[in-house]
Every structure is written in structure tokens, then in C-alpha cells.
């Protein structure tokens, strides 16, 4: 069995509205060289239940899906535990002298079998899943989730050009299971992937007809498009607005 196939969740704990319930989901790949992919945020809690699962094992990798600070922060409170584990990731991150850069198609070994990177930008620029080819599973971060939608942060180099690539480029590889950074496990990735373009192509027209009705700022669109969205969660609108906003530009329809 492939080492996605074998995955255990362990939530980070970092519950909140932007988050989910259980906070984030980190995934445990037990085997020769145990492996976690993402990090948390360093809660004691969420330490002591990776070594737990581990039972005495080292942990081997952390392995980063991208550079948001719910997924990284966790990094000096796994390295003080394992402190000859590897962080991997896209572009390095700056908490441990230990790292290795994950170019996309690199071939990491994670429990008794390898993962390889897929460099999947949009949410973030960094932004990488892992896909164990044999089983079919794919550590897929903030690329989707089930129950919710994505946030393709402008401010912080979101591209909704690159994120709908991404969705095109992870339909391709034709997943079993998305095993997601917030959120349930996926086990219908086609039917997932479709609904989330539908989704964005829905969303850019709302956009474009609330522009041309008048509301010229991001914020203006929010209140139009996204009725009812809560206090915390409305910078967030105001963010993935302006990602489609600089892609109708980048298309010449603005």
C-alpha cells in the first residue's frame, strides 16, 4: 500500500471561522521515514498527538503545502520535538537551518513509499500538493475543500489565472482521494474539481455585472456579491474580488 494510503489526521487545533471546526488538518505518514504534511501552528496539543501516533518513531519530513502562517508556524515546535527532521517545501521557509527545496515533480520519500510535488500556484505562489501515484491520493492543501470555497488572496500574490490552471492541472492527474488542508477527506475529486470551476466562472460573472453596475471598489462588489458574509471573513471577499478583478483585466474585459 502507498504511503497516502495510510495517512492519519491530525486536526492542529487552531479552530476559528476561517479555519473549520478542528482547525487545520495535518496528515501523518507513518513508515521508514515518517512524514507530516503541513504543520500546524504549534500547539503542545497537536505536538504531543503526532508523537503519539508516531509511538516512539522519529518523524522524518514536514512536509509544506504552501507559506501561510496557519501552515508553517508549527515548524519550530516539530523541530524542537525532532530536531533532525527536514522541512520541505517550494521556496524554503525561514524557521530551520534543515530544509530541502521541492521543485515541481520532485520525488520526496515519505512512510515506505514517495511522494512527488506538483507546483499548483493561485492560492498562494508557492503553493504545492503531493501526489502518491500508486494509491492515487493527493495532499491537495488549500487547492479545495469540501463545505467551502477557497480565498485566492491578491494581496498576497494570489493569481486566479494560475489558481484555475491548478484546478485543471490536479483534474489531469485524475486523483482517487484529496486529502485537503481544511476540511473532510475528498473521495469524488472530478465532481469536487467541477463544481469549484463552475463556482469561480459564477463568481466572475457576478462580479463583472456588479462593476458594471456601478460598484467600483472591492469593497462595493462585497456588499453586492457576497451577501451576508460575516465581518471576519468579508477582508477576505474584499482580497479574492480584487484576484478576479486583476484577471478580467489581464483578459481585456475591464
Known amino acids: 500500500m502507498g504511503p497516502a494510503g495510510t495517512a492519519q489526521l ?3 487545533g487552531n479552530a476559528s471561522e476561517w479555519t473549520g471546526p478542528t482547525g487545520n488538518n495535518t496528515w501523518l505518514v507513518r513508515g521508514r521515514e515518517s512524514a507530516l504534511v503541513d504543520a500546524g501552528v504549534g500547539l503542545a496539543t497537536h505536538v504531543d498527538a503526532v508523537a503519539a501516533a508516531l509511538g516512539g518513531a522519529p518523524l522524518a519530513r514536514i512536509l509544506i503545502t504552501h507559506d501561510h502562517s496557519d501552515h508553517v508556524t508549527g515548524v519550530p515546535a516539530l523541530l524542537a520535538r525532532w530536531p533532525l527532521a527536514i522541512v520541505v517545501s517550494q521556496y524554503g521557509i525561514s524557521t530551520s537551518n534543515r530544509q530541502e527545496l521541492a521543485a515541481d515533480g520532485t520525488s520526496i520519500p ?3 513509499g514517495v511522494l512527488r510535488a506538483v507546483a499548483t500556484p493561485g492560492h498562494s505562489p508557492d503553493h504545492l500538493c503531493f501526489f502518491e501515484e500508486t494509491s492515487g491520493d ?16 491578491a494581496s498576497q500574490g494570489g493569481s486566479l489565472r494560475q489558481y484555475l490552471a491548478s484546478l485543471q492541472r490536479m483534474r489531469t492527474l485524475a486523483p482517487r482521494r484529496l486529502l485537503p488542508g481544511h476540511g473532510p477527506m475528498i473521495d469524488d475529486p ?3 474539481i467541477d463544481d469549484y470551476l463552475a463556482h469561480r466562472l459564477e463568481r466572475e460573472r457576478q462580479i463583472l455585472e456588479a462593476y458594471l453596475a456601478g460598484a467600483r471598489t472591492p469593497e462595493a462588489i462585497v456588499e453586492r456579491v457576497y451577501v451576508g458574509v460575516s465581518d471576519g471573513l468579508r477582508k477576505a471577499a474584499a482580497d479574492s474580488v480584487t484576484a478576479h478583478l486583476n484577471y478580467l483585466r489581464e483578459e481585456g474585459r475591464l
Open 138 to 153: 493527493l495532499f491537495c492543501g488549500d487547492l479545495v475543500r469540501r463545505g467551502g470555497t477557497v480565498v485566492i488572496p
Open 110 to 112: 515519505a512512510g515506505d
Open 190 to 192: 472530478v465532481v469536487i
Open 10 to 12: 491530525i486536526p492542529a
